[in-house]
């Protein structure tokens, strides 16, 4: 009682409910339902009351009993009047019945193993034509569905019957009794459409025996009272949950459609939420109505906002793109700060994904950077950047736009580093260019006044530090791009006001920058334009989750591990990812394309991580590309063990640079690797005998990619796999062969450098994989395979799966 002690009530009540006289006992159970739950301990004292009066002659001391059953039946109490209550619904009195139906309810929820004793009683429920019955049943029917999906194969034999009853409620005319602002029953006719949605799944014969019945349901079902409307949307529902015909789900999304042109907030949000989770099944007829959803974005209640927002993202596709944007841009421009950062994101994967052509893709990312640029996340700007990269013949353009941007606003982070990153690529494009127009407005651009843009944004007031560093690499890249000598003059001095700054990173740039001027010689070499990025393809899933429908996966995957970005920071793919057991652990393998390419990289990493690439080159080895500074790569991410070459120098000397550092860096982290692989043991095994036979894994464009697994002699736990490449010249030369393969987190992966990277027509290339499976669980690889097909000059990208291998493979 309002969190007042009632113990002192208790058994008062006790008392009251175990009197023979029925105002006694209607108070007494009265009391006992509202001051006893199922974890009061005088709970216990009730069973035997209950059982008494389960069993009296008088049918409303039975009702009494059976209501306080359906409400504070414990787990212990429902094993003891389970038999009484598995009898009360065979009773011939439509009240007992009816709650013994709810009291049975209330059993099997307590005690789920007890419902096989009323799958007989509740078929015969359906066959009631008391509605009061018949709604109980239907519930506790339904319940015993949701619990044991084993029992929709029993009662899927009723489906013609509620079909039938559904027609009688639909066609009959008007019954005081059951009528409810003029439908007949409509709580009945919910629970039905309920029931039948659940039976109906997966079936192809029980939904053709309800197509007729929703079709009329949906039809003859007033829709403008929310009694029709609560109908109409469990038709809906019904209808795409089960294997409806085509028109059928059309007429559904329709009722949506109507649905939001309601005035009824409620309506609209259900209407909202039940389009984006059927617009993956219907989204042609959900297009339809796009009009009315791009309305509700200026709803004034913020959950239709949110709802029509997510709904509009999943009706992108190539034939709308430009409209549906425009429409988001618009709103962004008036959403609320909460909205900003998911609308960039997602606009953007919209963009890369749809976009009819690059100026109008550049376009599209630079009205939003302008328009919500303080929100942008960092990967949304590294995808902008690198579009622009590979945008060659819009470098011009792009550059020209973003300066005139930057003139005109400097409060948007996200335009700034933007802007300040494509000024410093490509400013000798802009200023060679001289004046353009941009907006009915011309502007001059000269290398005094592109220096004198970046000095003001380092005085204005919206700068950071994460904007200085920007600016100050942007400055330098211009040293070399730019002439004049007083813009030179002027470069050196902003450079050199900041060897004095208070933040350490601003300081070290720039002392470090310049000294670059000490080093006029190879300054323009190491200036010189960034090379242009590798496209990143995100694979999205249509998730229509709260955050995301269509664009954007779970957030709650992590991020990449360390092994990843230090991967990504040398160039290399990695096909990594966490989050679950099934989740595979990448093992990268770069492959270049020449020999001399090979020593040359090897001896580059070698130098990089502090190890003598030169006494590794002349050791005699089958596989010298794996042995260099490949494997210095592989012993600072930990994956590979085996016997490591002695480091050139074991600590850096004293005056050591950031490179280095980093090689110091490299020597000292754990070697966390496992014994059974080991470096040595790979380049031993890298000579196997080639084998004929193997299991195909992938086939396409005249590649043929197959395994040939082996266990290893001396571990058993290890199979070693020999890749083929075979080409059969159906496309010519294939050559950038690039293969990376995945295994599960149980399982660790190597794998040695392929034998060439040009597959030959009628010609087969190899390459080794070891993994090692200490759990000898079933072998699954992931795999990615790019190269370029010669005869039309096209770059192939493809992901691949193949497991496990047939039993006795190896």
Not at 198 to 206: R, S, Y
Not at 384 to 409: G, M, N, P
Not at 668 to 691: F, H, I, K, M, Y
Not at 784 to 806: H, K
């Amino acid at each position: 009682m309002l969190g007042y002690p009632a113990h002192f009530g208790q058994m008062e009540c006790l008392k009251l409910a175990a009197s023979p006289k029925f105002v006694d006992k209607r108070l007494g159970y009265l009391g006992i339902m509202l001051l006893i739950d199922e974890k009061t301990e005088v709970l216990t004292l009730v069973t035997n009351s209950l059982k008494n009066d389960l069993n009296h002659h008088n049918m409303y001391i039975v009702g009494l009993a059976l209501c306080t059953l359906g409400n504070i039946s414990s787990s212990e109490m429902a094993r003891d009047l389970c038999s009484e209550v598995e009898k009360l619904l065979g009773s011939s009195n439509t009240y007992i019945r009816k709650k013994a139906a709810l009291a049975a309810l209330r059993i099997i929820r307590r005690v789920p193993e007890l419902h096989e004793n009323f799958i007989s009683k509740s078929k015969a429920l359906l066959n009631d034509r008391s509605h009061g019955v018949l709604v109980t049943g239907v519930t506790l029917i339904t319940e015993m569905c949701q619990q044991h999906p084993e029992n929709v194969q029993l009662f899927r034999k009723a489906v013609p019957l509620l079909v039938r009853h559904l027609k009688n409620l639909v066609s009959a005319g008007f019954s005081p009794e059951h009528d409810v602002t003029g439908v007949t029953d409509p709580f009945l006719q919910v629970k039905i459409l309920r029931l039948m949605r659940i039976l109906a799944k997966n079936d192809q014969e029980a939904s053709d025996a309800m197509n007729d019945i929703l079709a009329q349901v949906a039809t003859n079902t007033e829709s403008t009272k929310n009694v029709g409307n609560s109908i109409l949307y469990e038709t809906v529902l019904t209808i795409m949950e089960i294997q409806s015909e085509a028109g059928l789900r059309v007429l559904a999304v329709n009722i949506l459609g109507k649905f939001l042109s309601n005035r009824d907030n409620n309506i609209r949000y259900v209407a909202l939420e039940t389009l984006n989770k059927t617009v993956g099944m219907e989204t042609q007829a959900v297009q339809r109505h796009r009009n009315i959803i791009l309305d509700c974005l200026r709803d004034g209640d913020i959950s239709i906002r949110r709802r029509a927002l997510e709904l509009s993202f999943a009706l992108i596709n190539e034939g709308n793109v430009r409209v549906l944007t425009r429409e988001l841009l618009a709103f962004l421009e008036v959403a609320d700060s909460e909205f900003k950062q998911s609308m960039t994101y997602k606009i953007s994967l919209a963009a890369e994904r749809f976009a009819p052509n690059k100026r109008w893709h550049i376009d599209t990312m630079l009205r939003m950077l302008k328009l919500a640029g303080n929100f942008v996340r960092e990967e949304v700007l590294a995808g902008f950047i690198r579009l622009v990269a590979q945008s060659s013949e819009l470098h011009q353009y792009t550059v020209q736009k973003l300066y005139a941007s930057l003139k005109r606003d400097i409060s948007q982070e996200g335009l700034v580093l933007a802007s300040v990153w494509v000024i410093g690529e490509y400013g000798d494009v802009l200023t060679t260019s001289g004046s353009f127009e941009d907006e009915n407005v011309t502007m001059e651009a000269n290398e005094t006044s592109v220096v004198g843009l970046l000095e003001s944004i380092l005085m204005g007031p919206y700068v950071n530090q994460l904007t200085r560093e920007y600016v100050m690499t942007a400055l330098i890249k211009l040293s070399s791009r730019l002439n004049e000598a007083s813009v030179q003059a002027k470069i050196k001095d902003i450079l050199q006001r900041h060897t004095t700054s208070m933040e350490v990173e601003i300081q070290q740039r720039a002392v470090e920058y310049m000294n670059m001027f000490s080093f006029d010689d190879i300054r323009p070499a190491v200036l010189e334009r960034m090379p242009v990025p590798e496209t990143r393809t995100i694979i999205q899933t249509n998730n229509n989750g709260p955050d995301s429908p269509a664009l954007e996966r779970s957030s709650n995957r992590p991020g990449p591990s360390d092994q990843d970005l230090l991967l990504d920071l040398m160039g290399v793919g990695t096909a990594s990812g966490g989050g679950s057991n099934d989740v595979m652990e990448a093992s990268p393998q770069v492959q270049k394309a020449t020999i001399p390419q090979k020593s040359q990289n090897s001896d580059l990493l070698a130098d990089l991580f502090g190890t003598s690439g030169s006494s590794e080159q002349s050791t005699s080895s089958p596989a010298p590309a794996a042995a260099s500074g490949g494997s210095a790569l592989l012993d600072l991410l930990g994956d590979i063990a085996g016997e490591k070459s002695t480091p050139a120098a074991s600590t850096p000397p004293p005056y050591a640079t950031g490179l280095d550092t980093l090689a110091s860096l490299g020597q000292s982290l754990p070697n966390s690797r496992s014994p059974e692989l080991s470096g040595a043991g790979l380049q031993a095994n890298n000579s196997l005998p080639p084998v004929s036979n193997g299991h195909q894994a992938y086939s396409k464009n005249g590649l043929t990619i197959s395994f040939v697994p082996s266990r290893d002699r001396n571990n058993g736990s290890i199979i070693n796999i020999q890749v083929h490449f075979q080409n059969n010249g159906s496309q010519g030369t294939i050559s950038g062969l690039q293969f990376q393969a995945a295994v599960p987190k149980s399982q660790k992966l190597q794998m040695a450098a392929a034998s060439n990277s040009t597959v030959d027509p009628n010609s087969t290339e190899k390459q080794l994989m070891r993994i090692h499976n200490p759990q000898q669980t079933a072998v699954k690889l992931r795999l990615r395979i790019s190269y370029i097909l010669s005869s039309t000059g096209q770059r192939v990208d493809d992901l691949a799966e193949f497991g496990p291998f047939p039993e006795g493979a190896f």
